[in-house]
């Protein structure tokens, strides 16, 4: 897996591998270089709480800057978040289930 340094990096290598539409809709994004452009990135595990994640290719989600604001209560990125928070908790502390 390619190792980002920062933030930017990461979202420069995700817009020149990945569609410029949402993962959760299918709507198209803003273009590079629109003032709300990085809010398009969505951390599925928030990088506060889950830092190893946060340069992680796989915990970023392209979506609209309406679905970064509602996030939480979007049905597919739930999905997407448990699937990941199980993967997390399993490679990081050898935890297959969690509640």
Known sequence: ???FKN????????WDTR???SELSGQPLLPKGHLQWHWQFM???PKGRYAHY???IENIVLGTVKEHENQET????????????AEYYEKYYNI???D
Not at 7 to 14: D, G, M, P, S, V
Not at 74 to 85: A, D, G, H, V
Request: charged fraction near 40%.
């Open 96 to 98: 297959k289930r969690f």
């Open 43 to 45: 951390h599925v595990l």
């Open 7 to 14: 933030q930017r990096e990461l979202f420069n290598h995700i």
């Open 19 to 21: 569609e410029h539409v």
């Open 74 to 85: 979007n049905k597919r990125f739930k999905e997407l978040k448990t699937k990941l928070k």
């Open 54 to 56: 946060r340069l992680n």
């Open 1 to 3: 897996m390619k190792i």
